[in-house]
């Protein structure tokens, strides 16, 4: 979870996006605002910067930073 949320958090800051909090909770597109563009730049960012490869067409079921967290480390303990 660590790493997903500062990765998170970072692409926010280097694109000069405002949040109030970060957390488990936080929904994607309505509390950080992020628009579907701006979700899959995020997607294609966390990819770079943890070294996994999301599947696009999986994160429309995505809705929480915690989701994406599971998905993550789903994903990872697979790989």
């Known amino acids: 979870?660590?790493?997903t949320l500062k990765a998170i958090k970072n692409y926010l800051e280097d694109n000069?996006?405002?949040y109030k909090k970060l957390d488990l909770l936080t929904n994607i597109r309505t509390d950080?605002?992020?628009d579907s563009l701006e979700v899959i730049d995020l997607l294609i960012y966390l990819e770079t910067e943890l070294?996994?490869?999301l599947e696009?067409?999986?994160m429309?079921?995505?809705n929480t930073i915690g989701d994406l967290d599971r998905?993550?480390?789903n994903?990872?303990?697979i790989s």
């Open 1 to 3: 979870m660590v790493l």
């Open 16 to 18: 000069g996006l405002k």
């Open 32 to 34: 950080l605002g992020l």
């Open 51 to 53: 070294d996994i490869e």
């Open 56 to 58: 696009i067409e999986e």
């Open 60 to 62: 429309y079921s995505i």
């Open 71 to 73: 998905y993550i480390n």
């Open 75 to 77: 994903h990872q303990s």
